[in-house]
Nanobody, 121 residues
């Protein structure tokens, strides 16, 4: 069973940066698409970014966050710059087989446990 594992979350002041990493083991073929979602307290899971044949970003993070695929199979990163308090959430890594990015969390088959990102004002 494949299991993505996130790392890199933490506490940062507004305006600061963090880099999230995700690596998924236990799968013999590569995810066509990997993405990042986030969930703030009391809110639903929200799309952040996805990378497959193309790259998509939520409007709220466009120009501040960058998603990239690693050289190793099934790895993905999220560079987050100019962080704002409203970026505070648990960030989840997700993967799916086909390479066509989507913003719908229901389209992703494999999920990590999440990593907390807290941005103080």
């Amino acid at each position: 069973q494949v299991q993505p594992v996130e790392s890199g979350g933490g506490l940062v002041q507004a305006g600061g940066s963090l880099r999230l990493s995700c690596a998924a083991s236990g799968r013999t073929f590569s995810f066509g698409t990997m993405g990042w979602f986030r969930q703030a307290p009391g809110k639903g899971r929200e799309f952040v970014a996805a990378s497959g044949t193309s790259t998509y970003y939520a409007d709220s993070v466009k120009g501040r966050f960058t998603i990239s695929r690693g050289d190793a199979k099934n790895t993905v990163y999220l560079q987050m710059n100019s962080l704002k308090p409203e970026d505070t959430a648990v960030y989840y890594c997700a993967g799916k087989g086909n390479p066509f990015p989507t913003t719908n969390p229901g389209d992703f088959d494999y999920w990590g446990q999440g990593t907390q990102v807290t941005v103080s004002s």
